[in-house]
């Protein structure tokens, strides 16, 4: 079964356990600031999925000034959190939070750019369009997608070298035997070319990856339109 992402100590643990958990989470959001300073313009409108604590909602806050931001999220102590770890930038005026997923949005909520980061591989296989196909239509005319997930790889040695990466970042063996145990059960995972066919059903385009740490990889596409 999937952690319940709106238990107190599990978002009190967030932000420590999940450096430790993903590979390369440090660098993915790095590079997805980037990419967002490189291809948003100003008063861009950015819809956050899954802002978990606010960790990129924080740090894009300080990239432009003129962004505004929609964080949404299923977990309510989530969202609580997030609200309290941006309070000290005094931002507020530019971020909305909204409980809930996707097909909660008003109809005429469009974005510049749409952040999925650590959300699409928990969601199960026959659910995956259908989230995909909301979302674009919540894209303004070529918004960028972003995602970040883990992946079904085919190469053995990048799911054996996966626990000792997490063990270097911090885990303990014990952790990453649980971890690894508890994978086929958390997760729906698909391989690059079935991810890459989503979109395209979904209406997006131009799908190519952007990183890659071991079995996660970082996805960039536009919408049709």
């Not at 100590?9 to 967002?36: C, F, N």
């Not at 609200?83 to 000290?88: E, L, M, T, Y």
């Not at 005026?93 to 650590?118: C, N, P, Y």
């Not at 079904?152 to 014990?174: D, E, I, R, T």
């Amino acid at each position: 079964m999937t952690k319940d992402f709106n238990h107190p100590q599990i978002v009190a643990s967030y932000d420590q356990h999940i450096r430790q958990l993903i590979p390369g989470y440090e660098t993915m959001h790095q590079q997805v600031k980037a990419i967002l300073k490189a291809t948003m313009p100003d008063h861009a409108q950015i819809l956050i999925i899954g802002c978990g604590t606010g960790h990129e909602l924080r740090e894009l806050l300080n990239v432009n000034h003129t962004w505004h931001f929609t964080a949404i999220d299923v977990s309510e102590n989530m969202l609580d959190q997030a609200r309290k770890n941006i309070a000290p930038l005094n931002e507020n005026s530019r971020v909305q939070f909204v409980l809930g997923d996707a097909s909660v949005l008003a109809a005429s909520a469009k974005f510049h750019s749409i952040l999925v980061l650590l959300v699409a591989h928990f969601i199960e296989f026959t659910a995956k369009l259908p989230f995909f196909q909301i979302l674009n239509q919540h894209c303004l005319r070529q918004a960028i997608l972003l995602t970040y997930d883990l992946m079904q790889m085919a190469q053995p040695a990048l799911w054996q070298a996966l626990p000792y990466l997490c063990q270097s970042n911090g885990l303990s063996q014990k952790q990453t035997d649980t971890m690894m145990t508890r994978l086929p059960q958390d997760f729906f995972l698909v391989n690059e070319q079935e991810y890459c066919d989503i979109l395209q059903q979904a209406g997006f385009n131009e799908t190519y990856c952007f990183s890659q740490a071991l079995t996660y990889q970082g996805f960039i596409a536009k919408n049709f339109d």
